[in-house]
Structures are given as structure tokens and as C-alpha cells.
């Protein structure tokens, strides 16, 4: 495995980081794929085997089961300062003025839920799931700072926002002293190239890691266009964002790049968001033994010029998605 600082912290990190909304209880929330303790077990192994110590979960993901879950994980299979834990806030968790969104009150409830569920004093890295348009920025990024002073969070990190709302927060920050964000967890793949037009020349700019999140697409580009979808896919409504009749010559690259290679295609898709100089670890959430595998695998494929151009050759612009 190869590590990297997060952006410009000091903040050391695995260059795959495992996705964790991948575990939770079935019958929890949305996700009815999710991965409880048993069978969770094995991939959480295997990550700490591949060296993949960059932990990425929410307070939503489950309804607070994938913490739950991980928590366990981290005090049964690691030692906790070896583990960059990172998780999240904004999504609803309840009714009620504290249950989402930025406001000071919410960022000081859920904090100390999330750390409730993961068992743990702090996290390594506090994202903002998303931009709250209904509270005054000064205000979260002051309760943010307030989180990392208190030793609740070492460094703070911001989700799939448009770049200037990122700007403005980021802005905001420095204007009150306050804790400034060391990554941008953005969506990033050879389907959705749309942050490469403003966010990652802003996140260049102002020293600040990505930390991509559905690299392969949910999937589509780990597989043929015309084989049958995985239950993941199949029970994931975002799954359909990727399904449009522009992708299919972008998913056919992919293949012949991977069949002339002889490695799969998700090592190719990966690679290739790999080689960005911005992204410092792209998310992968595995449901077996082999995602793992592959996305470490990644690493050590380079891509030729050649290779890069006719993965990129049919791409057309399209709307973000996501925020």
C-alpha cells in the first residue's frame, strides 16, 4: 500500500480508502445490501492486511449502524491510532432542529452521536456531508472549529459541493481564524468528469486533498455494459445516474484496455482516477473479497498515454449530480 499526506495537512493516509457504507444492518436505512458484523468481518481483515487503514463512514449510512459496526470493527481487529477514521454530518438522522443539516446545534449533536456509535474519543477526519443552504456559513464553520478544539475531530473535510459554495466556506474560515478543510470528498470517474472544470483546480489551489467517492461509477465500469447488474446495483437507486446510452462507449474502453492489459476493469477505471494530482485517495466500498484486492492492484498499473487517451476519448459533458 502507498500513503500520502491529505492535501497539504500533515495528515498521513492510505491511498485507497475503504468506503464504509458498505456495513450496517439490512434493516436499517436504505442500504439492504449493507454488510452486518459477520460478514463485514472478512473485508475489514483484508483491508488491514492490503495496509488500507483510511476508514470513510457517516452517521446516515444505516441509520448510524455502519458506525455501530465499524466502531467494533476498530477496537476488535486494529489498534484505533492506526486507523485514520473519518466520518460525517448533514443528512437527517431525526426530526427535530438537531437531527441534520449545519446549524451549530446539529454539528454539536451528531458529533458526539457518531462518536457514541464508533466507541471512539474522536475521529481523524469531520466532513460536511453536504452545503446547508439554510445556515449562515460563519456558523458551521465556527461550531467545525469549536469540534476540532475541543478534541473531537483532528481535521475537517467537505462533501460534493458546487466549487463556490467550497470557496466560500473555505473563505469563511480564514476570514474568522477558524479550522480550514483539508479534503473535498467529490464525486470523481471516468462517467461524472464534471469537478475537473472548476473544483479541482480550486482544490489545487488551496491545498486540499480529494477524496473521490463511486470511482467506479456504482460499479458500471467494473463490468461489460451488457452483463447482468450486481444486488447492489440492482437495489441502488443512484445506480441509474450511470445507465445512459452516452456511457456505453466509455464502459466499452474500459473493457478493451482491461482485456489487452489482462487485469480487470475495475483496476483500469481506478488507475485512471488515480493518476489525478489532486486525488490523494479514491473511496472503495467493498461487498467481496476481490474489490479489495483490485483497488490496491491500481496502484501499480500505469497508463499509457494511449491508454488515457481512449479512455477519455467519448466523454461529453453532462450536470453534476450528487449535491
Same mark, same amino acid.
Given at each position: 500500500?502507498?500513503?500520502?499526506?491529505?492535501?497539504?495537512?500533515?495528515?498521513?493516509?492510505?491511498?485507497?480508502?475503504? /468506503?464504509?457504507?458498505? *456495513?450496517?444492518?439490512?434493516?436499517?436505512?436504505?442500504?439492504? &445490501? @449493507?454488510?452486518?458484523?459477520?460478514? @463485514? +468481518?472478512?473485508? !475489514?481483515?483484508?483491508?488491514? #492486511?492490503?495496509?488500507?487503514? !483510511? &476508514?470513510?463512514?457517516?452517521?446516515?449510512?444505516?441509520?448510524?449502524?455502519?458506525?455501530?459496526?465499524? /466502531?467494533?470493527?476498530?477496537?476488535?481487529?486494529?489498534? $484505533?491510532?492506526?486507523?485514520?477514521? =473519518?466520518?460525517?454530518?448533514? *443528512?437527517?438522522?431525526?426530526?427535530?432542529?438537531?437531527?441534520?443539516?449545519? %446549524?451549530?446545534?446539529?454539528?454539536? +449533536?451528531?458529533?458526539?452521536? %457518531?462518536?457514541?456509535?464508533?466507541?471512539?474519543?474522536?475521529?481523524?477526519?469531520?466532513?460536511?456531508?453536504?452545503?446547508?443552504?439554510?445556515?449562515?456559513?460563519?456558523?458551521?464553520?465556527?461550531?467545525?472549529?469549536?469540534?476540532?478544539?475541543?478534541?473531537?475531530?483532528?481535521?475537517? /473535510?467537505?462533501?460534493?459541493?458546487?466549487?463556490?459554495?467550497?470557496?466560500?466556506?473555505?473563505?469563511?474560515?480564514?476570514?474568522?481564524?477558524?479550522?480550514?478543510?483539508?479534503?473535498?470528498?467529490?464525486?470523481?470517474?471516468?462517467?461524472?468528469?464534471? +469537478?475537473?472544470?472548476?473544483? *479541482?483546480?480550486?482544490? @489545487?489551489?488551496?491545498?486540499?486533498? %480529494?477524496?473521490? &467517492?463511486?470511482?467506479? =461509477?456504482?460499479? $458500471?465500469?467494473?463490468?461489460? &455494459?451488457?452483463?447482468?447488474?450486481?444486488?447492489?446495483?440492482? =437495489?441502488?437507486?443512484?445506480?441509474?445516474?450511470?445507465? /445512459?446510452? #452516452?456511457?456505453?462507449?466509455?464502459?466499452?474502453?474500459?473493457?478493451?484496455?482491461?482485456?489487452?492489459?489482462?487485469?480487470?476493469?475495475?483496476?483500469?477505471?481506478?488507475?485512471?482516477?488515480? $493518476?489525478?494530482?489532486?486525488?490523494?485517495?479514491?473511496?472503495?466500498?467493498?461487498?467481496?473479497?476481490?474489490?479489495?484486492?483490485?483497488?490496491? =492492484?491500481?496502484?501499480?498499473?500505469?497508463?499509457?498515454?494511449?491508454?488515457?487517451?481512449?479512455? #477519455? #476519448?467519448?466523454?461529453?459533458?453532462?450536470?453534476?449530480?450528487?449535491?
Amino acid at each position: 500500500m502507498l500513503y500520502t499526506r491529505l492535501g497539504s495537512s500533515g495528515l498521513k493516509v492510505s491511498r485507497i480508502a475503504l /468506503g464504509c457504507m458498505s *456495513f450496517g444492518e439490512p434493516d436499517r436505512g436504505s442500504n439492504q &445490501w @449493507a454488510l452486518a458484523d459477520d460478514d @463485514a +468481518e472478512p473485508v !475489514f481483515r483484508q483491508a488491514l #492486511e492490503l495496509g488500507i487503514t !483510511f &476508514w470513510d463512514t457517516a452517521n446516515v449510512y444505516g441509520d448510524g449502524s455502519s458506525e455501530e459496526i465499524v /466502531g467494533r470493527a476498530v477496537r476488535k481487529y486494529a489498534d $484505533r491510532d492506526s486507523i485514520v477514521l =473519518a466520518s460525517k454530518v448533514f *443528512f437527517p438522522m431525526h426530526d427535530g432542529p438537531g437531527g441534520s443539516g449545519l %446549524s451549530r446545534k446539529a454539528i454539536m +449533536e451528531q458529533i458526539d452521536a %457518531s462518536l457514541t456509535r464508533l466507541g471512539t474519543d474522536y475521529v481523524d477526519l469531520y466532513q460536511i456531508h453536504r452545503f446547508d443552504p439554510e445556515t449562515p456559513v460563519e456558523e458551521t464553520m465556527a461550531a467545525l472549529h469549536d469540534v476540532v478544539q475541543a478534541g473531537k475531530a483532528r481535521y475537517l /473535510g467537505a462533501s460534493s459541493m458546487w466549487a463556490w459554495q467550497f470557496a466560500k466556506l473555505q473563505h469563511t474560515a480564514g476570514l474568522g481564524g477558524w479550522t480550514r478543510f483539508v479534503s473535498m470528498q467529490n464525486q470523481y470517474s471516468l462517467l461524472q468528469r464534471e +469537478e475537473e472544470r472548476e473544483m *479541482f483546480g480550486l482544490l @489545487a489551489d488551496q491545498g486540499v486533498g %480529494s477524496v473521490p &467517492w463511486s470511482p467506479l =461509477a456504482k460499479g $458500471r465500469l467494473a463490468r461489460p &455494459w451488457d452483463e447482468q447488474t450486481t444486488r447492489r446495483a440492482g =437495489a441502488d437507486p443512484l445506480h441509474a445516474r450511470y445507465e /445512459g446510452a #452516452e456511457n456505453r462507449p466509455i464502459v466499452d474502453a474500459v473493457r478493451r484496455v482491461a482485456e489487452a492489459r489482462g487485469v480487470p476493469m475495475a483496476q483500469v477505471a481506478l488507475a485512471w482516477v488515480l $493518476r489525478n494530482p489532486v486525488v490523494d485517495a479514491p473511496i472503495v466500498g467493498p461487498t467481496r473479497p476481490h474489490h479489495l484486492a483490485d483497488a490496491a =492492484a491500481a496502484l501499480d498499473l500505469d497508463l499509457t498515454a494511449d491508454e488515457i487517451a481512449a479512455l #477519455e #476519448e467519448h466523454y461529453t459533458p453532462r450536470l453534476p449530480s450528487g449535491y
